[in-house]
């Protein structure tokens, strides 16, 4: 595997990003053979910010418009496996690329004890530099759903399951692909000896009784679309270990929403819109 970096291909999806960004593909192009930006807000602000590049291992695919995660992530990812890239390493805007973060997340792949699946690092959040509880641990472990940022894909994993599942657009789109690859056989594993600090949303403080806590701040579409897919996931996969655990973060999350987020009463419409079409949701 002492190849593999430079069989890597960083992705990174941006929507109306900052200058953050540049600073986070210098990060990825230390660690990978070659980054591909898809640019998901092909508008003149963000064009003008991703054009100019001192490095031509950058390439920037521009979208038609806000074609959604999952449809954005992929053409990342078909552009990495057209090139003849092993391993794609595919990134949001909220995340930072950690110095050494590859290296861990190869060294897990190569587990040869295990049929090894998606492979993704440990998370802290940027805010508060706060490890979570599940993130806690040593070398790497099996889990159900990653998150896709900071994830890494094998060739060979995704020739088997398949990209992400662009109907969902956004929010459970990681889930699905992970739990698609659990069922296909294949062990996802979370590695603990790399940390990815990751904002949720716009991050905001706020207090929330006696607590400072950080709300994410969705708009009703985010609302919307993780009401519907939680449902379309729970109904292919079953209400497994990762449903209980996404249903505890969900009920802190509304508490957030409820008791600190203005533009209460369009959130809850859009949430049981979604539940409505998540229900009456047909696969093709």
Known sequence: MADAPDRTAGVVLAYHPTDEIRENISRLLAQVARVFVVNNSPDAASRALLAHFDDDRVEVLEQSGNVGVAAGFNAGMRAALAAGFDFVWIFDQDSTVADGMLEALLRAQSRADLKVGIV???????????????????????????????ALFSRPLLEDIGLHDEALFIDYVDHDI???????????????????????????????????????????????????????????????????????????????????????????????????????????
């Open 120 to 150: 993704g690092p440990a998370l802290r959040a940027a805010e508060t530099g706060n490890v979570y509880d599940a993130d806690r641990g040593q070398g790497s472990a099996p889990i159900e759903a990653l998150i896709s940022s900071g």
């Open 178 to 284: 992970s739990l698609r690859a659990g069922r296909a056989g294949y062990t996802n594993l979370k590695v603990f000896d790399t940390l990815l600090d990751h904002r949720f949303g716009d991050s905001q403080p706020a207090r929330f009784l006696w607590r400072r806590v950080y709300i994410a701040n969705y708009s009703p579409m985010r609302h919307y679309y993780t009401s519907r897919n939680r449902v379309i996931v729970a109904r292919r996969f079953g209400p497994g270990k990762w449903f209980r655990d996404d249903l505890r973060y969900s009920v802190k999350a509304w508490a957030k929403v409820l008791f600190c987020e203005q533009g209460r009463p369009k959130k809850i419409g859009a949430f049981f819109r979604g539940l409505r079409d998540g229900i009456s949701y047909r696969d093709v």
